[in-house]
């Protein structure tokens, strides 16, 4: 490249699929520049839930445990709960670990949840603090908050950003080798390849399907007035005022949302009005002090036509926008983050083959289309059912009407909040770079999960002799597991990546379980985890390697 450049990749966005792709970039020495046009943190509580797949990222990053340490206190119940108003009646409840609890249980659960980590209740804010941290402590990685990105061309050899800062308007231009529109549903940086939206957008629900609005408050008193069990997320469902609240701090915190009639704009609701929603929900008055507001709309299942252009990539809500229901968008977007982290770090480095940037938009597209279409079903079995008529009376015919809400709530809660399926099952069957064996995975199914190492998905976990996760002793780049009491040799692996330059981390692991669940000798597992390959001999490393790392 004849031109200076600035640093090797400009991630524009610091959310959190820009501060993960930072992290995992400067991790692998990188340098990057993240631009970020806010100059200060979001307060808004965002996100509510850190999917389990999410935290075993977190895990191989490292902070797993500063994240889990965030949110709710320790003991606090992550319950789901449901009530015709929080003050009332008690429809459903789905009972969840606690964060201590979860650390604990993991290391009891098969099958399905069969982890290194569990999900975790907490918001979005705290999660990124936590990541924007992480990444400035990184030295190959620069954050620049206040600088707007205003334009991204990709001039063949490299590509050029200009900025604006947010305060004093002072310009820049930098260069370098690629570029990452990681700036949310707006994505300035999409609109400008000329990039849109496909599927659905605009869908109307009785809830969960239309404009939403939001506040986070604070109220030292709720907590008293609530005369049910603790739950971290709270759901309103009656004719009037359907809504649903998570526990931000556990003490005093709480964020609310609400749908608005199609007539009603968020900018025209003052504070009064806001409480007074807020009021129906609760079915009693409160202290409430609003610490901000927000608006979103509900109803959405977009996936972006292209994921890249040349030198430029896109990720996170840039490239997918869903109905919160499920909770993947977040999630989703990190896992943009860590798939193309690595690949764009090793064809910086020279390792990577021509393929290996091409499979970012091959195996994340497919896996968007999928998550939005869950979070689809997931509103429709929410935000189509209809509150009976008679479901707040003080009746026999009440009493009936509650418990039939009850039963399907409780139906709902599991549906939509037990989701190993989802987080663990996702899958890059047909990517280029997966060398396929001939075996037919699980079918894919949002509430259970079969371990499976078909390549193409999450390599299973286990537990080691030792007490360790199996995916703490995976190396951060390709790992080679030797499975069995009699593993096969990794010579010809090892020689084959030294002459690739592929950094491999060859792990043995003993035992009748590893081999019954990985049903071979041999599984080349990638940098994100994912099982490349599987075979009983070594023969033909040279090629498996050059594939999984992108030549062709
Ligand atoms: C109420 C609500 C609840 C939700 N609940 C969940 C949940 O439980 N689980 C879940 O997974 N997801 C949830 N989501 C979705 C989640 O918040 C988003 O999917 C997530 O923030 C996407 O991350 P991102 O990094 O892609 O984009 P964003 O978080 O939107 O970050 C993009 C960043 O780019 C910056 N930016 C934009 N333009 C420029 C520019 N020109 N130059 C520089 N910077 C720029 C923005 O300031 C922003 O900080 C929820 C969303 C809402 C609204």
């Not at 949110?71 to 789905?94: M, N, Q, S, V």
């Not at 939206?197 to 408050?217: C, L, N, P, Q, T």
């Amino acid at each position: 490249m004849s031109e200076r450049q600035d640093c090797e990749v400009i991630v524009i966005g610091g959310g959190p699929c820009g501060l993960i792709l930072a992290i995992e970039l400067g991790r692998r020495g990188i340098s990057t520049i993240l631009l970020e046009e806010r100059n200060s943190p979001v307060r808004f509580p965002a996100a509510n839930a850190t999917q389990a797949r999410t935290m075993e990222h977190y895990r191989r990053l490292g902070f797993a445990e500063k994240v889990r340490a965030e949110g709710l206190p320790p003991d606090y119940p992550t319950d789901i709960a449901y009530f015709t108003r929080y003050t009332k009646h008690e429809l459903a409840r789905f009972s969840l670990p606690s964060a201590r609890a979860a650390r604990e249980i993991v290391k009891t659960l098969s099958g399905s949840w069969s982890a290194a980590e569990l999900p975790h209740r907490v918001s979005q804010m705290f999660v990124e603090a936590v990541l924007r941290a992480e990444a400035s402590a990184i030295p190959a990685v620069s954050l620049r908050p206040g600088w707007r990105m205003v334009a991204v061309r990709d001039t063949g050899t490299g590509v050029e950003v200009n900025a604006e800062h947010h305060d004093d308007g002072g310009r820049v231009t930098l260069r370098a080798a690629y570029a990452v529109g990681a700036d949310g549903g707006g994505s300035p940086t999409r609109k400008s390849l000329g990039y849109g939206y496909v599927g659905e957008s605009g869908v109307v629900r009785d809830f969960m399907g239309g404009k939403m609005f939001a506040i986070h408050f604070r109220s030292s008193e709720l907590y008293r007035l609530l005369p049910h069990p603790r739950a971290w997320m709270y759901w309103a469902v009656n004719r009037e005022r359907r809504a649903f609240m998570a526990s931000v701090n556990g003490r005093d915190e709480f964020n609310f949302h609400t749908q608005l009639r199609p007539d009603q704009r968020a900018e025209d609701i003052s504070d009064a009005q806001a409480k007074a929603m807020f009021y129906e929900a609760l079915a009693a008055t409160a202290n409430i002090e609003i610490i901000a507001r927000s608006s979103w709309n509900a109803g959405y299942t977009l996936v972006a036509e292209k994921f890249q252009r040349g030198r430029v990539f896109l990720g996170g809500d840039a490239v997918h926008l869903f109905t919160p229901t499920g909770g993947l968008g977040y999630n989703t977007a990190v896992e943009d983050a860590v798939n193309l982290g690595w690949k764009l770090a090793a064809t910086l480095k020279g390792w990577g083959g021509p393929a290996l940037l091409d499979s970012y938009e091959t195996e994340r597209q497919a896996i968007a289309k999928r998550n939005t279409a869950y979070a689809r079903g997931f509103a429709d079995s929410l935000g189509l059912f209809v509150p009976p008529l008679e479901l707040e009376d003080e009746s026999p015919a009440g009493e009936a009407a509650r418990q039939r809400t009850g039963d399907h709530f409780n139906d709902h809660a599991r549906f939509e909040f037990n989701i190993p399926g989802i987080t663990f099952g996702g899958r890059y069957d047909g990517s280029p770079i997966v060398i396929a064996d001939g075996t037919i995975p699980p079918p894919d199914a949002a509430n259970s999960y079969v371990p499976t190492a078909c390549p193409g998905g999450r390599a299973p976990h286990l537990w080691l002799g030792d007490g360790r996760s199996l995916y703490d002793a995976l190396g951060f780049e390709f790992t080679l597991l030797q499975v069995g009491a009699k593993p096969a040799s990794a010579a010809a692996f090892r020689a084959a990546a030294e002459a690739l330059n592929i950094p491999l981390t060859v792990v043995a692991i003993a035992g009748q379980e590893a081999r019954d669940l990985y049903e071979a000798d041999l599984v080349l597992i990638r940098p994100d985890q994912i099982v490349a390959w599987r075979g009983d001999t070594a023969s033909d490393a040279a090629a498996v390697l050059r594939r999984a790392s992108g030549h062709r």
